[in-house]
């Protein structure tokens, strides 16, 4: 909410929306707020969840023909872009529904720290460090990850990893100017034990999220 300093009647697509939790705060602001997410049941319950006021679709993310070209001002896309098999697609699509001027709000899990499979935490006993294991970076992956290993199977997700420049390079291609960058924390604490304070110093020196600023240019 900070980064994006929403208006009273700003349009705002909420991309991915999932649930609806941020396109009910975003309504809060008093933007004119739409949501769209592929899945059907989530779209259930973010209707039942908000104000009748806020539009929602169901629609794929890489295709949003829904919408005129300039409709929106503001779009986020939260916590979802890592699991989308088209991210060109989906920049192309925002790039084309934006007003010149208008931009892209993107979070995700940070593509450097924090890799399916390929990234954890390590501790060494000699120096009391923690410290992230990173096995490899640069290589795309794609990575079937179970969202409740106490059900297995029960619900499943894809994970894509990409590194920073083909973010930087996917959304350059899409006509974007990224604006603004932050590195963002995991505000989490240890319970008391040897490691504790190890972990914590970890977690405020590793940043788990990313968070980037896309422009149109006007």
Known sequence: MRLMNLKKGERVLDLACGQGFFTRIFHAADADVTGVDIGAPLIELAKKQSSKEIKYFVHSAEDLSIFQDGYFEKISIVLAIQNIDAPHKVFKE????LKPGGKLFIVLNHPAFRI???SSWGYDEETKTQYR???RYMSESKIEIDMNPSRPGTSMTVSFHRSLQDYFKTL?????????LEEWLSHRESEKGVRKEAEDRARKEIPLFLFLEAQKPA
């Open 133 to 135: 294991r990173v096995d």
């Open 172 to 180: 350059a291609n899409a006509g974007f100017v990224v604006s603004r």
């Open 116 to 118: 399916p499979r390929s």
């Open 94 to 97: 925002c790039m084309r529904v």
